[in-house]
């Protein structure tokens, strides 16, 4: 990657909007979107060794192990595509991944830009996930709903969010590097909040 290149990472918990968002800072931006979770389903669909492994943990609601995350995400990054920028949307999502990821960056005379965290109201994240049918890919709305987003799991990855992820918050804040913006409102308004950010970093 470009050593100047924009690393960003959307934070927030599931239903908070991080794939919508990071599509259209992918279109505003040139940025490349990198999902975690759309990487890991394209690994279980494929039915890789890491596909097998991470099926029924994420059919749980529960976090993958940063090992096979760690090789997804690490495979994916030594992709020419990159060299724009990335929006990372899912990950880090535990403490170890974050370190991990800071050394790879660091590898490269690069660290994270910007940290943004989605803040959201979690009951209504309930609602918005379990009734999700969005394609993840074209965001048309004629497809099936994703694996794992019944109101159950919804829950559990509610937990996992707060237990391993949310600490996160802290530990970018920590660094300098950490937003905030209000994600409860309409999407239009979240994406240019999301703008003035990238704006503001990249300039
Ligand atoms: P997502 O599409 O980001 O909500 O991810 C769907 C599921 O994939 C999660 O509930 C986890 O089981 C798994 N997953 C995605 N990203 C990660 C990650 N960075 N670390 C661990 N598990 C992940």
């Known amino acids: 990657m470009a050593k100047n290149s924009p690393v960003l990472i959307l934070l927030g918990p599931p239903g908070a909007g991080k794939g919508t968002q990071a599509r259209m800072l992918e279109e505003d931006f040139g940025l ?3 999902s975690t979770g759309d ?3 394209a690994a ?4 890789t060794e890491a596909g ?4 029924a943990v994420m059919e749980a609601g529960q976090l993958v192990s940063d090992d096979i995350v ?3 995400l690490r495979d994916r990054m030594s992709q020419p595509d990159v060299a724009k920028g990335i929006i990372l949307d899912g990950f880090p999502r535990t403490d170890g991944q974050a370190a991990a990821f800071d050394g790879l960056l660091a590898a490269n005379g690069q660290k994270v830009t910007a940290a943004i965290s989605l803040e959201v109201n979690d009951e209504a ?3 918005r996930v379990s009734g999700r049918y969005t394609c993840d890919k074209c965001g048309g709305t004629d497809m099936k709903r994703r694996a794992g987003d019944n109101a159950e799991t919804v829950r559990e990855r509610l937990k996992a969010y707060h237990a391993q992820t949310a ?3 802290a530990y970018y804040n920590g660094k300098g590097v950490l937003q905030k913006i209000d994600a409860m409102g309409a999407i239009g308004d979240i994406r240019k909040a999301l703008g003035s950010i990238v704006d ?3 300039a």
């Open 125 to 127: 994240m309930v609602g």
């Open 32 to 34: 490349v979107q990198l």
């Open 167 to 169: 600490p996160l918050i």
């Open 52 to 55: 097998k492994k991470a099926k």
């Open 200 to 202: 503001g970093v990249s």
């Open 39 to 41: 990487m890991l389903r």
């Open 44 to 47: 279980v669909a494929a039915g």
């Open 70 to 72: 760690l090789a997804i």
